[in-house]
T-cell receptor, first 117, second 115 residues
């Protein structure tokens, strides 16, 4: 079982460049999330998608856009990268169905380390 | 708004010592979930436990135990007889029970276990 797959694992960008982080899950989960992890700040939610066709802002959405391409895929785009976006990005997914076994337990991808120079 | 506080930034212990990681949360919801995740040096996030707000029973799993106290809004995690492999960053998290909900994470506690 692949679980949650993120690409790329590492990326170096120059300020102002754009890029898209890809995420796919094969667990038939309804909800998908993008978090960023910075030292001393834990994981902060950037955007999430509660179901196919919907997306909502999280705690730190500025400078990012997302697309829920289908039930499996949820991409994160940086239109004009800034050094403040240097971080480790995690995609995650979970079951939406309330009361289902394991509901709300996030399964994470391996992370994508992004450096913006 | 929901908030999770892990006041211990970093803890160092010697192997075989017991260690407790503190987690204090804030929420206006009457029903919610609490979680602990482990992030070893390899970087992946590993789910350890989910506890719902209905159930204040302590839980034990091998060397791990969790103490949930609604009266103090705490969900502390104890590792008994720590091992070097326990060295990791540990995150406490909180979510409501709504559909497609979001998890709010604490800042994490770095645990270093020395041999």
């Amino acid at each position: 079982n692949a679980g949650v797959t993120q690409t790329p694992k590492f990326q170096v960008l120059k300020t102002g460049q754009s890029m898209t982080l890809q995420c796919a899950q094969d667990m038939n989960h309804n909800s998908m999330y993008w978090y960023r992890q910075d030292p001393g700040m834990g994981l902060r939610l950037i955007y999430y998608s509660a179901s196919e066709g919907t997306t909502d802002k999280g705690e730190v959405p500025n400078g990012y856009n997302v697309s829920r391409l289908n039930k499996r895929e949820f991409s994160l785009r940086l239109e004009s990268a800034a050094p403040s976006q240097t971080s480790v990005y995690f995609c995650a997914s979970n079951l939406r169905t309330q009361g289902a076994p394991g509901a709300n337990v996030l399964t994470f991808g391996a992370g994508s380390r992004l450096t913006v120079l | 708004a929901q908030k999770v506080t892990q006041a211990q930034t970093e803890i160092s212990v010697v192997e075989k010592e017991d260690v407790t990681l503190d987690c204090v949360y804030e929420t206006r919801d009457t029903t919610y979930y609490l979680f602990w995740y482990k992030q070893p040096p390899s970087g992946e996030l590993v789910f350890l436990i989910r506890r719902n707000s209905f159930d204040e029973q302590n839980e034990i799993s091998g060397r791990y135990s969790w103490n949930f106290q609604k009266s103090t809004s705490s969900f502390n995690f104890t590792i008994t007889a720590s091992q070097v492999v326990d060295s990791a960053v540990y995150f406490c998290a909180l979510s409501d029970m709504e559909y497609g909900n979001k998890l709010v994470f604490g800042a994490g506690t770095i645990l270093r276990v020395k041999s």
